[in-house]
């Protein structure tokens, strides 16, 4: 069986096509498969839509470097829980940045 590969080099701020046509091929009870999760997704907002497609479509999410396979309750738990842990750092790197310009 071969399964199709979608791959896509793009700067961070254009449309993602192929993202979007590799969600748009898969089916009821398939598996996507990303080697790492900072490739399929740009913030959290992003892997929350996009984990929230898959799941309307009820469609697994793995991601490989993680060993992270949405399927099972848990890491699904645990795939929101770092989500949350990633939008943490970054509202306090943007506090510290905002600190750092307002005492220059």
């Given at each position: 069986?071969?399964?199709?590969?979608?791959?896509?080099?793009?700067?961070?701020?254009?449309?993602?096509?192929?993202?979007?046509?590799a969600?748009?091929?898969?089916?009821?009870a398939?598996?996507?498969?990303?080697?790492?999760?900072?490739?399929?997704?740009?913030?959290?907002?992003?892997?929350?839509?996009?984990?929230?497609?898959?799941?309307?479509?009820?469609?697994?999410?793995?991601?490989?470097?993680?060993?992270?396979?949405?399927?099972?309750?848990?890491?699904?738990?645990?795939?929101?829980i770092?989500?949350?842990?990633?939008?943490?750092?970054?509202?306090?790197?943007?506090?510290?940045?905002?600190?750092?310009?307002?005492?220059?």
């Amino acid at each position: 069986m071969r399964f199709p590969f979608f791959r896509e080099q793009i700067s961070s701020v254009a449309s993602r096509a192929q993202l979007d046509a590799a969600i748009d091929f898969c089916r009821e009870a398939d598996t996507f498969v990303v080697c790492k999760l900072d490739r399929l997704a740009r913030s959290v907002r992003d892997l929350v839509r996009i984990i929230d497609t898959l799941k309307t479509k009820d469609v697994a999410l793995r991601i490989l470097n993680m060993n992270f396979d949405t399927a099972s309750p848990t890491e699904k738990m645990m795939l929101t829980i770092l989500g949350s842990i990633a939008e943490f750092e970054r509202e306090i790197m943007l506090e510290r940045q905002k600190e750092d310009h307002e005492s220059s």
